[in-house]
């Protein structure tokens, strides 16, 4: 039983991959080694702008409304073929101090970065298990392994999605499919923007001091690059990473 499983991963190749956030950022760059690396890419996300400019096959979709979610695989599937790995990489931060965390961020926060991974993930679940091999991977954080503060929701979030990537890996370690997480620290992407800005209202700091704090959580000194997110992403979806299931892929230079 376990040797067939290992012949059908030795022919596996992804050919359809679903990147949520494509359109900017870290999911822009996976989206483009992917489709170089000579696979079918269909990116997602809220705003047509950033993705129309990536000029990949793109749908229009919120990650948290599951109907929208189905709706956008369906179109995607009918397009390009049945998905065989999905990059679930729709995030967002939301920074204030735990007494200023509304109900409402606090759900906000759950919804784009857990529920909108459950969704993508369980939209592509069934086509995986029926062809016996596919490609779950989260782009969780370092925020999903270990405290930072005055991100609560953001950290707690994470967490949730390298629970639920642990999870379904050992669920689903039978079946041909692999889930994984990828954990970077900073990035120097439209999301790391935020953060500079946040402590440059909150502390007075100049934008250049900000990016020098939060470069020195690397013990590298530096910003991971989003070419390093996207080859780790292409490892975990390569036959050569048949038997990595339930990792969370630290990108941080040893910080955690
Ligand atoms: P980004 O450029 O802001 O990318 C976030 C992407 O997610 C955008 O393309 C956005 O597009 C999409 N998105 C947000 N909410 C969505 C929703 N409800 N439905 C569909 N798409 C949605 O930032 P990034 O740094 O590349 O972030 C990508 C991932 O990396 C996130 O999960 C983030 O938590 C993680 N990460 C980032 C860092 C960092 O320092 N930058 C570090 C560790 C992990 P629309 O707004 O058009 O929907």
Request: net charge neutral; charged share 15%; glycine share 10%.
């Amino acid at each position: 039983m376990a040797q067939s499983v290992r012949t059908k991963n030795a022919s596996y190749r992804p050919g359809h991959v679903v990147v949520t956030g494509g359109g900017s950022g870290v999911g822009a760059a996976i989206a483009q080694a992917v489709a170089s690396a000579g696979d079918r890419v269909t990116i997602m996300g809220r705003r047509k702008e950033p993705l129309v400019e990536q000029g990949l096959p793109y749908q229009i979709c919120d990650v948290t409304d599951e109907a929208a979610v189905r709706q956008a695989f369906a179109a995607a599937r009918a397009k390009q073929g049945r998905v065989t790995a999905v990059i679930a990489n729709a995030g967002a931060a939301h920074s204030a101090p735990f007494d200023k965390l509304t109900a409402l961020d606090m759900a906000d926060m759950l919804a784009v970065n857990v529920t909108g991974v459950f969704n993508v993930w369980q939209a592509a679940l069934a086509e995986m298990k029926e062809a016996g091999h596919g490609r779950l991977i989260s782009v969780a954080s370092t925020a999903g392994l270990k405290g930072y503060p005055y991100v609560a929701g953001y950290v707690a979030a994470k967490h949730g999605v390298v629970g639920l990537t642990r999870a379904l890996a050992l669920e689903l370690a039978r079946t041909g499919i692999t889930v994984n997480a990828i954990c970077p620290g900073f990035i120097d992407t439209p999301l790391l923007e935020k953060s500079i800005q946040n402590i440059t209202q909150s502390t007075g700091k100049t934008a250049e001091e900000a990016h020098a704090i939060l470069q020195r959580a690397s013990p590298q000194n530096r910003f991971v690059q989003v070419e390093e997110v996207a080859a780790a992403a292409l490892y975990l979806m390569s036959d050569a990473a048949g038997s990595v299931n339930g990792h969370t892929l630290s990108l941080s230079g040893g910080d955690v």
